[in-house]
Every structure is written in structure tokens, then in C-alpha cells.
């Protein structure tokens, strides 16, 4: 039996490029290489394309990856042609006049994007893959751009009838402007405490906390360096975060098991979530509470919102959905979703009955993309019109028939 072709893509262009990575080699080690013959296809923060098994050795990641090196890794080019699948690397000819030539490494028929942030888990690759006809594992171009950017993610929630939180937003150049006016209409909007936010970012960087004005100056400040467009949101007192994965595709979605992370209060910062003694791991050792202790009445809402939530945006694979909830009052809101989750929360499939072990939760998301990937070429692309034959040119205006 042929094995499936399945590339792994991460890195990329986005601050969040190392939990990329981190989360890329976790899965490689859990890849069922019976079933699949796995491509790791590695972006550097300068957008260059590589591939190789040197990369799954987090060591070779110790420096920027920038040149080929033959025999661990080597620049390539993903063929976007149409079903075409070619992952191809130019060769240099032999001997003094040798023409380079293009070498085919394979044809793939699926990728695994395990992208976070922006230009791969905001719609970009996604759009790419979609003109390559490739299936590929993640929520589609739409919905993986409106779950980005959470400006337009909470709009898309507010309309879904979704709870989230008042906020409001600002603009960098007006901000640098009139700082004054800005703050002045964010003050007027929303009380203190505000937790301020790149719009397109995600693992908690550029995001702080503000309790008075010269606070709500300095987060802003601090978010500018990494959007032109900041979301500012109430702040709860000491809300309780609870997280849940949905997976699935078209009807067939099913919700996690919650977890509630430790984080003590507030928010988990990128420092929490990522380098706070856990090496390599990321996101799957966070110290979390699996079941989260919340009752069975707000257990079972959450799940029930995140099937909505992941419908709402038509999302593909599995996904992870943040939640907070207000002790004083005990309503749940939105944070946000991640539609390519760090670690892709295996950690919680793990635990969820019945438990889905890593190797076959990577089996799940092959198959829905594959299914996704037919359903759209049971579309009809080809509608005849006879336009051409009725049409005449005259001039660069040309005419109507």
C-alpha cells in the first residue's frame, strides 16, 4: 500500500516562529511512519523554504537556518500548480557548463501546518495551498483570517451571539498623533482595568495589563511595536480561564475535555506559556487542572459554545478555544480561538474520554483535510457562459453583445 506523502510545514515569518518549531517537532515524533512518508518543511524568519531531516533535531535550530547544507537540509519550492504537489529542490549541474536542474523530492498529498501567527495560521499559507490544490490540515482561508485578527474575530463572535467582553480599538498613526485624544476615548469607552492587544498576534505577546493612564499609554505603546491596529478590552478581577479543543469537519465536530491552566489570575503571558521551565515542550506541560473543576452546568456550556464557535468560522481540524470566567458574577466570555493551537493540544485529546492518542489524532486531521479537499471538487468550477463567442473587441473598451 502506498504510504501518504504528508508534509509538515512551521516556522515562518511570525513571532511566534520558535513555538512553531517546538510544536512542529513534537508531532514529527508521533508520526506513524507506516502510514506516511513525512517531508519536515521548515520556513525561516525570512520566508526561504527548507526541508530535510536535519530538521526534526532541535539542535540544528541553534542558528538561523539561511543556506542549504546538502545531506541535513536544502532550499526547496512548493509547485503551485494546481494538483500538482511537487516539493522540488534546483541542483547545481556537474562540471564547468552544467546546467542546474530541478530535482522533484516528492509529490505531496497532504500537508500539516503547524504554523502560529501571522503568515501561516492567518489565512495566507492557507490561501497558498488552496491555489496548489493541496489538502492541508488547518480551518480554511476565511476562517483561519477572521480568527487572527481579534478585532474582527470579536465582531464575527458579538454577531454569532457569542458572549465577549466590551472593547474598543485605536489606530497606531492615530495614536501617534494625538495620544491625548486616543486615550482620552479609550477612558470614555471602558473602565480600568483594560488589557490591551496587537490585533494580529497571538502567545500572549504585546499584550498587557492596564489599571490607570499612564499604564494604558505604555501598553499601548508596547502593542504598536507589533500591529498598526489594537484591540483594548475590559479586565475582569481575577477571571478564571478555561480552555477546550474542538476537532472535526462539516458535522461532524466533537468538543475536549476543559482544562483550567494554573496561572494564578491574570492571564498567561508568552513567558508562562513557553520558556517557564519547560524546554521543549511548549504548551503540553503547562501546569493545568484536567477536568477543569467548573460543574457540570458550565462544563457542558462550554463545550456547547466552543461546537458553535468552531462552526461559526467553519473551522477544519482541531482547533483550541479560550474562555474566561467572572468570579464575581460567574458569566463566561470568549478570548479568542487558535486555529492552529499550540502543541495542537494533544494533551487535551490525551485526556478526553474516550482518549485520543497523538498518533491517531495526526491520523483524524490527514483524513479531514482529505475530506475537506474532495467536498470542494464536488463544486462546480466549469460553468460554460459562450461569453467569448458573443463578445467583440473594439477599441481597449470592447462592447457588449
Known sequence: MKKTQL???????????????????????????????????????????????????????REPIMFSKPGIYERVTLDITSRS???TVMQNGKGLFGKPKIKIITRLDCAVLVMHGL??????????????????????????????????????????????????????????????AVVYEVEKALPYPVFVKPANLGSSIGISRADNREELISAIELACEYDRRILIEKGLNEPVEVNCSVMGFDNDVRAS??????TGGDM???????????GSEGMASLSR????????ELTKKVKELSIKVFKLLDCKGVVRIDWMIDQDTGKLFITEINTIPGSLSFYLWNKTEPPIRYTKLIDKLVSYAIKAHEEKHENNYAYHSDLFSKMSLTGSKGSKA
Open 7 to 61: 508534509g509538515l510545514i512551521f516556522g515562518g515569518r511570525s513571532c511566534e516562529h520558535e513555538v512553531s518549531v517546538i510544536s512542529a517537532l513534537q508531532l514529527s515524533r508521533f508520526v506513524d511512519l507506516n502510514k506516511y512518508d513525512l517531508y519536515p518543511i521548515y520556513i525561516n524568519k525570512s520566508g526561504e523554504w527548507f526541508w530535510g531531516d536535519g530538521l526534526l533535531e532541535l539542535n540544528n535550530f
Open 268 to 278: 498567561l503571558g508568552f513567558f508562562e506559556k513557553y520558556l517557564k521551565d519547560r
Open 85 to 87: 504537489g511537487a516539493l
Open 289 to 296: 487542572i484536567i477536568p477543569a473543576p467548573i460543574g457540570d
Open 257 to 262: 475535555v476543559i482544562e483550567m491552566p494554573s
Open 119 to 180: 503568515h501561516g495560521e492567518d489565512g495566507s499559507l492557507q490561501g497558498f495551498l488552496e491555489l496548489a490544490d493541496i489538502p492541508y490540515t488547518s480551518t480554511g482561508v476565511v476562517g483561519s483570517a477572521a480568527g487572527m485578527d481579534k478585532i474582527i474575530m470579536k465582531n464575527v463572535f458579538r454577531g454569532g451571539g457569542i458572549p465577549v467582553l466590551d472593547d474598543t480599538s485605536v489606530l497606531r498613526s492615530d495614536f501617534r498623533k494625538n495620544k491625548k
